[in-house]
C-alpha cells in the first residue's frame, strides 16, 4: 500500500477524532492525536467540551458503524453498563404528542451516556501499539503550501511533520481560516440558525420509573417551542434533556424543570420527575446555528488534509445524529484507504458528503418548519415537511410506516424507502377500521 510506512496526525480527540485515528492505525506506521484538552478519568465528561454533559443518543445505524470498526464492541459495552435495545419497543416517541406504535423494529441501539460511551471508545483507540497522544496541545496552522500539507504547527515553534492531517477539532475548526492562509481556497458554509438551548442532568432511576421504559421522547415539532427526553444509562440513572427553540427561557433548577416538564406534550417526563431526586446539577448550553462547510466543492486543495465529524457539518443535536454519522464516516474513511492514498482527499469528502447529506436534509427540513427559524427555504423544502406532516401522523398509527420513519430517522435507510408504493398507499390511503356486520348493513 501507498501509504504503510507513513505518519498521519489527527487533530481532536472527541469521537469523531478517536475512531479517525482508530481507521488510521489500520493503514498508517504511526498516528498521532493532538487533543487541547487532558483527557479525563473514564465516565468523566472532558472540561472542554461542553456538549458531553448533554445528553447524547447512538442512533442504530452508528451502532451498526462501530460494531463494524469493533467487531466486539457489544460486550465491551454493555459490560460497562449500557442498555441494548430495541427502538420500537424500548420506550415512548412522540410525534406531535402521539406515541409510535409498540412493536419490534429489528432497530437496535446502544442507550448511554456520552462520557461513558466516549471513555470507552477512548480506551480502546488508545490501546493500539502505533498511536501516540499529545494531551493539552494546541494546533496554530498548517505547514505547506496550497500544494501539500506537510505537517501542523503545535504552540508557537515545535512542527509536526506528517503525511497526512485529519482535522477533527469541531464545529470551531480553523481549517477555513489555515487553508486560505496557503493561498488555498476555504469552503462554503451554509447555516441554519435555530437558536436553541439545551438542559440536562441526571436523576434515580428505579425499574419501575416510565412503566420500566427505558426510553421517553418528545420529539420536536412547530406546534411547540419545547421538547423533552429521558435516556436510561449506566449507574441507574435516567439522563434528561430538555429543549427550546428560538431563545426559549429554560429551567435553572429543578424545580423549575419540573415546571417546564408540565408544558410538554404528555406527562410521562413530569411524573417522572416528580417521583425521584437528582443526582447532578442542572447543565446548560446553547446552540445557535446547524453548521455545513463544503470542502466536497473545493476545486483547488493541498494534498494531505482531510476533514471529519462537526468539522465537516454541525448537526442540530435534538436529531441526535452526530456521533452516528461520525462512525459512518470512519467506515468511509476505512473503506477509501483500503483503495491507496491516491486522490484520497476527493474520494473521502465525497463519500462523507453523501452521508452527511440524509441527516442533513432531516435536520434542516425539520428545522425550517418552526417559524422564525432563519434559512432558505426552498419550494422542495416546502413540500418534504408537507409529506413529513403527513407521514407522521400515518406513522403513530401505522407500525408499517412507522419502523420505515424510524429506518430513515436511524439512518439505517435511504429517505427513498419512504416513497416506495407500499409506505405512499399506507400515507395517503390509510385503512379504515373495519365495521362491524351491523354497521356494513345500516351503511347499506
Not at 71 to 91: M, Q, S, Y
Not at 239 to 262: I, Q, R, W
Not at 372 to 389: H, I, P, Q, W, Y
Request: charged share 25%.
Amino acid at each position: 500500500m501507498e501509504n504503510a510506512s507513513k505518519h498521519a496526525v489527527v487533530l481532536g480527540g472527541s469521537i469523531a477524532g478517536l475512531l479517525t485515528a482508530h481507521v488510521l492505525t489500520r493503514h498508517f506506521e504511526r498516528v498521532t492525536l493532538v487533543e487541547r484538552d487532558l483527557f479525563p478519568a473514564p465516565g468523566e465528561p472532558r472540561k472542554g467540551v461542553p456538549q458531553s454533559w448533554q445528553l447524547h443518543g447512538l442512533l442504530a445505524g452508528g451502532r451498526r458503524a462501530l460494531e463494524g470498526l469493533f467487531p466486539d464492541f457489544a460486550a465491551g459495552i454493555l459490560a460497562r453498563g449500557a442498555h441494548d435495545v430495541d427502538v420500537g419497543t424500548c420506550g415512548k416517541f412522540l410525534l406531535a404528542g402521539e406515541p409510535l406504535p409498540h412493536h419490534e423494529t429489528g432497530l437496535r441501539c446502544f442507550v448511554t451516556s456520552r462520557p461513558m460511551l466516549e471513555g470507552y471508545l477512548r480506551e480502546r483507540v488508545l490501546s493500539a501499539t502505533n498511536i501516540e497522544v499529545r494531551q493539552g496541545c494546541v494546533a496554530h496552522g498548517l505547514v505547506g503550501d496550497r500544494r501539500t500539507v506537510q505537517g501542523v504547527l503545535l504552540g508557537q515553534h515545535e512542527t509536526l511533520a506528517a503525511d497526512l492531517v485529519v482535522d477533527a477539532t469541531g464545529r470551531g475548526s480553523r481549517l477555513p481560516e489555515w487553508l486560505t492562509q496557503l493561498g488555498a481556497q476555504a469552503p462554503e458554509e451554509e447555516r441554519v440558525t435555530v437558536n436553541l438551548h439545551y438542559t440536562s442532568f441526571y436523576v434515580r432511576r428505579d425499574p419501575a420509573h416510565l412503566n420500566g421504559d427505558r426510553i421517553w421522547i418528545d420529539n420536536p415539532h412547530p406546534s411547540s417551542r419545547r421538547a423533552g427526553a429521558a435516556l436510561a444509562v449506566e449507574g441507574d440513572r435516567f439522563v434528561v434533556g430538555l429543549t427550546g427553540y428560538l431563545n426559549e427561557p429554560m429551567p435553572k433548577d429543578y424545580a423549575s424543570a419540573l415546571e417546564f416538564t408540565k408544558t410538554l406534550r404528555g406527562s410521562a417526563l413530569y411524573e417522572l420527575l416528580r417521583s425521584t431526586e437528582p443526582v447532578s446539577e442542572l447543565r446548560a448550553m446553547r446552540y445557535a446555528a446547524s453548521q455545513r462547510r463544503r470542502y466536497e466543492r473545493l476545486r483547488r486543495v493541498p494534498r494531505g488534509i482531510l476533514v471529519a465529524g462537526d468539522a465537516l457539518c454541525s448537526f442540530n443535536a435534538v436529531y441526535g445524529q452526530g456521533m452516528t454519522v461520525a462512525a459512518r464516516e470512519a467506515l468511509a474513511l476505512d473503506d477509501c484507504l483500503r483503495a491507496g492514498t491516491r486522490n484520497l482527499y476527493a474520494r473521502f469528502q465525497r463519500a462523507a458528503a453523501k452521508l452527511v447529506d440524509v441527516p442533513w436534509s432531516i435536520v434542516v427540513g425539520g428545522d425550517l418548519a418552526f417559524h422564525g427559524v432563519e434559512g432558505k427555504r426552498t419550494l422542495a423544502t416546502r413540500a418534504m415537511n408537507s409529506f413529513m406532516d403527513r407521514l407522521t401522523r400515518a406513522a403513530v398509527s401505522d407500525a408499517e410506516v412507522s419502523r420505515a420513519f424510524l429506518s430513515v430517522m436511524h439512518l439505517c435507510a435511504s429517505p427513498s424507502s419512504l416513497f416506495s408504493p407500499g409506505i405512499l398507499r399506507r400515507v395517503f390511503l390509510p385503512a379504515r377500521p373495519a365495521l362491524s356486520v351491523g354497521a356494513e348493513q345500516a351503511a347499506e
